[in-house]
């Protein structure tokens, strides 16, 4: 039974099965999507997953990831952590400027924008493209604090996704 386990599990995995949630927020809201949009600036990193229902379209979790590392870079701006295959990125803690480095947030179609807490523990690792363009793909897990936010304390989340990196830039300055 085992060995049809993981042979199922490996067909699955080749099937393109690309973007899921899961964890135990699953006990909060649905984790069911339609589809994952993948958004990129010098800023962050921004993986959406939606669900289409009817006449609403919900942000079912929005995960923020702050690229701003810490130190100067080389042109005296703020440096940026930099997406690529192999990267790890550490998703709990503070960005340099004292902001959270990833927010999450659920915003179920006609009904207000839920926070959830700060990040205990988690990472998130790209294993293809990274830059504006390009299909994207990875992977995160994350346990959330036990206080903090609107929903999900204590819970757990993870994801993978895959999508077309659009550019989140914001365009000339007037």
């Not at 973007?19 to 909060?28: F, I, K």
């Not at 550490?90 to 902001?99: C, S």
């Not at 006609?110 to 504006?132: A, N, Q």
């Amino acid at each position: 039974m085992r060995r049809g386990l993981t042979l199922l599990a490996l067909v699955l995995s080749a099937c393109g099965l690309d973007n899921g949630l899961g964890g135990s927020l699953g006990e909060v809201f649905p984790l069911d999507i339609s589809r994952v949009d993948v958004h990129q600036n010098a800023e962050a990193l921004q993986v959406t997953y939606l669900r289409n229902r009817g006449v609403f379209l919900d942000v079912v979790v929005r995960v923020s990831i702050s690229l701003a590392a810490t130190g100067e870079s080389a042109d005296g701006g703020i440096p940026s952590l930099e997406l690529k295959p192999g990267a790890r990125f550490a998703l709990e803690g503070q960005a340099p400027g004292g902001v959270q480095r990833t927010a999450v947030t659920h915003a179920p179609g006609g009904e207000p924008v839920r926070s959830l807490p700060g990040i205990k523990k988690g990472d998130l690792v790209i294993t293809e493209g990274g830059k504006i363009g390009e299909v994207t793909r990875g992977n995160f897990s994350m346990l959330f604090d036990q206080e903090g936010g609107d929903i999900g304390f204590g819970r757990t989340l993870t994801g993978t996704f895959s999508g077309m990196t659009l550019d989140a830039g914001f365009g000339p300055i007037p």
